[in-house]
């Protein structure tokens, strides 16, 4: 199990599962793009999550070599926020595996798979684009304190 690594308190929540990932190329030959919709069920549906923050965290392995922490940096970390249709993009993200992190300032989740305790791994590589598709959640902690 990956554990989300700030200074804030943090928790969990449901994400979408490997087979929605699609690759595509990217523009900068050295660096990759990340890109996705975020949304919750409602009583008439999916709606979009619109003025989310999102933030990608690098994950650092244990001494056995397993993933098990997602560092967050609010200040260097890739950063992107949801537009009024939910749809997110981080553009120029250094090569590397990241957990995906929503942020609601007071606290921050790394998001899960949904129906599941295990956390969206993104692995970005040079000069590819990660679709990660449309992420619908049964519920977002997105009211603020």
Avoid at 52 to 68: H, P, Q, R, S
Avoid at 88 to 117: A, K, M, T, W
Wanted: hydrophobic share 40%; proline share 8%.
């Amino acid at each position: 199990m990956l554990s989300l690594w700030l200074a804030a308190s943090c928790s969990s929540r449901a994400a979408p599962s490997d087979d929605s990932v699609r690759i595509q190329p990217t523009t900068n030959p050295e660096k990759a793009s990340i890109s996705g919709v975020l949304m919750t069920q409602s009583e008439n549906g999916s709606e979009p999550v619109p003025n989310a923050i999102l933030y990608l965290a690098e994950t650092i392995e244990d001494e056995t070599g397993v993933e098990a922490f997602a560092a967050l940096d609010r200040v260097n970390s890739p950063k992107a926020i949801t537009n009024e249709n939910g749809e997110f993009n981080f553009f120029d993200v250094p090569p590397g595996q990241y957990g995906l992190v929503l942020d609601r300032i007071v606290n921050s989740y790394l998001l899960l798979h949904p129906g599941e305790q295990e956390v969206i791994l993104i692995v970005a590589e040079r000069g590819e684009a990660v679709d990660l598709g449309t992420l619908i959640y049964d519920e977002l902690p997105l009211s603020q304190p």
